[in-house]
């Protein structure tokens, strides 16, 4: 009996020393970064086909890691209606103190939750910046409680872009908090070509555009100029116009055009009729 037992304990011994050496699988999903634990290393860009360069290139950032030394303490502004955000300027300077990116512009979120729309404007006064200068891609990032967004733009021969827009947002109600429970909004719009420029031209773009993370997550940017790569003097290059204000320029300027068109007829009109008029006078 006792040699049964012996042999039992034996057995149970072995079994729990294999358990430990066994890997247990990991079913927890990957969390979202906190806004102080934010870390860009080395993105590779994937360059779509263009008319303009090669179909193919890679940018490297330098492995310096993008990681905040304190946590950011700010906050969105929320507005239930559409205001325009405030404007934002951001330049961002490489080891040699020379101007890598340059950045004016307001940014917006909007957020759909329960078929309500709900705007949040990133105030560039209560943003910090963390961002990263690269020979052929340069990182903009901007931290705020709560989430972050961040532009990575990308250079291809003699054009450079937008290549990646990375963001999140933690939304947090009265009643979630109430319940201790918070909402996370987070998008990416990636391996496409955004604010296509020229090296040497800023791109600029008055007009609001929307860029859709989700059907329910986008981003609005309004009274945009941004320019990387080749800056001269610490200013923006000649600008490129967007398609959206050289429409309506182009719009406003047949408009002006007809105007002073029909104003012309009716000028000619009323002497035409004048002149009528005294003839009959005269007779």
């Given at each position: 009996m006792k040699l049964l037992v012996f042999i039992i304990f034996l057995s149970a011994v072995q079994t729990n020393k294999g358990s430990a050496h066994k890997r247990p699988e990991n079913k927890t999903p990957p969390s979202i970064m906190p806004c102080n634990e934010i870390t860009v290393k080395n993105p590779h860009t994937t360059v779509s086909p263009s008319k303009h360069t090669p179909t193919s290139a890679n940018g490297t950032v330098s492995a310096a890691a993008l990681k905040p030394t304190a946590p950011c303490a700010h906050t969105l502004e929320q507005h239930v209606s559409n205001s325009s955000p405030k404007q934002g300027k951001y330049t961002i300077r490489d080891k040699q103190h020379k101007v890598c990116i340059k950045a004016d512009m307001g940014l917006q979120f909007l957020i759909v939750r329960n078929k309500k729309n709900t705007y949040y404007n990133i105030n560039s006064g209560n943003a910090s910046l963390r961002s990263q200068c690269g020979k052929n891609a340069s990182v903009l990032s901007l931290c705020f409680n709560g989430g972050f967004i961040t532009f990575t733009f990308a250079m291809n021969g003699s054009y450079y872009y937008v290549n990646d827009i990375n963001a999140m947002v933690t939304i947090?109600?009265?009643?979630?908090?109430?319940?201790?429970?918070?909402?996370?909004?987070?998008?990416?719009?990636?391996?496409?070509?955004?604010?296509?420029?020229?090296?040497?031209?800023?791109?600029?773009?008055n007009s609001q555009q929307i860029l859709s993370f989700t059907n329910d997550f986008k981003l609005i940017t309004v009274n945009m100029q941004i320019q990387a790569f080749n800056i001269s003097n610490d200013s923006f290059g000649e600008v490129q116009e967007c398609a959206i204000d050289e429409t309506k320029r182009i719009i406003l300027l047949i408009l002006g055009a007809c105007l002073v068109g029909v104003t012309l007829v009716i000028l000619l009109i009323y002497l035409m009729n004048r002149e009528h008029r005294r003839g009959y006078q005269t007779l």
């Open positions: 947090l109600t009265v009643q979630e908090k109430i319940q201790g429970a918070k909402a996370v909004m987070y998008g990416r719009i990636n391996n496409t070509r955004m604010f296509e420029t020229a090296i040497g031209k800023s791109y600029k773009c």
